[in-house]
C-alpha cells in the first residue's frame, strides 16, 4: 500500500496557461475525487470519477477537466488559468463507497 | 450555500483537557459524517465517522456525537495532547451518488503544553 501520490508539489503559471495535475491512487481504489482548497476554506469538490467515468461534478466550470486511467492514475486539467484558481488541489481516492484517502496536494500559484 | 459550517476558526486548549470541535450542517439529507485532521503541507487525514443511524461513535481518544434534530455534531478530544494541534475538518456526505464530501471551513487546534 502506497497510499496517493500527487504531483508536482508546488506550480507555478501564468494566467491563461493551461496545467495538469497528476495523482496515483493505491491499487484497487476505483474512486477518485478531486478538490479545490483555497487559502482559508475548506476542500470544495470539483468532480470525480469511477471506473474511468466522470461520476459527479462540483460548481466548477468546463475548463476543469479530468481523466482517470487504468492503472489507478488520473489528471486534472485546468485551461485557461484565471488568479482566482490558485489553491490547493487535492486528490482523494477509495475503493468503491468507503472514506477517502487524501494526497498532501498541489500548490498552484497563478500570477 | 455554506452547508457544513465550522463557526469557530481556531480554538487552544491545555494539555490534558478535553478539546470540544463543533460542527453544524443545514442539509438533512446527508446521512454521513466524518472528521479529517490536517497538518500543514500534508493532505487531510480520516479521524473518525459517524452514520446518521447512531448518535455517538467512539475511537480511542475520539468521540463523535450526533445530533440530528439540530443538525450538529461535535468531536471530542480526551486528553489533548500536543501531536492534537492542527486543522480540523468535518465533512458530510450522502448515502446515494457519488461519494462528494461536503466540508466545513475547518477549526485550528492548539494545544498548550
Known amino acids: 500500500e502506497t497510499g496517493v501520490t500527487q504531483s508536482p508539489t508546488h506550480l507555478i503559471k501564468t494566467r491563461g496557461q493551461q496545467v495538469t495535475l497528476r495523482c496515483s491512487s493505491q491499487s484497487g481504489h476505483n474512486t477518485v475525487s478531486w478538490y479545490q482548497q483555497a487559502l482559508g476554506q475548506g476542500p470544495q469538490f470539483i468532480f470525480q470519477y469511477y471506473r474511468e467515468e466522470e461520476n459527479g461534478r462540483g460548481n466548477f466550470p468546463p475548463r476543469f477537466s479530468g481523466l482517470q486511467f487504468p492503472n489507478y492514475s488520473s489528471e486534472l486539467n485546468v485551461n485557461a488559468l484565471e488568479l482566482d484558481d490558485s489553491a490547493l488541489y487535492l486528490c482523494?481516492?477509495?475503493?468503491?463507497?468507503?472514506?477517502?484517502?487524501f494526497g498532501s496536494g498541489t500548490r498552484l500559484t497563478v500570477v | 450555500d455554506q452547508q457544513v459550517k465550522q463557526n469557530s476558526p481556531s480554538l487552544s486548549v491545555q494539555e490534558g483537557r478535553i478539546s470540544i470541535l463543533n460542527c453544524d450542517y443545514t442539509n438533512s439529507m446527508f446521512d454521513y459524517f466524518l472528521w479529517y485532521k490536517k497538518y500543514p503541507a500534508e493532505g487531510p487525514t480520516f479521524l473518525i465517522s459517524i452514520s446518521s443511524i447512531k448518535d455517538k461513535n467512539e475511537d480511542g481518544r475520539f468521540t463523535v456525537f450526533l445530533n440530528k434534530s439540530a443538525k450538529h455534531l461535535s468531536l471530542h478530544i480526551v486528553p489533548s495532547q500536543p501531536g492534537d494541534s492542527a486543522v480540523y475538518f468535518c465533512?458530510?456526505?450522502?448515502?446515494?451518488?457519488?461519494?462528494?464530501?461536503?466540508f466545513g471551513t475547518g477549526t485550528r487546534l492548539t494545544i498548550i503544553p
Open positions: 482523494a481516492s477509495s475503493p468503491g463507497k468507503k472514506v477517502s484517502t
Open positions: 465533512a458530510a456526505r450522502f448515502n446515494f451518488g457519488n461519494e462528494k464530501l461536503t
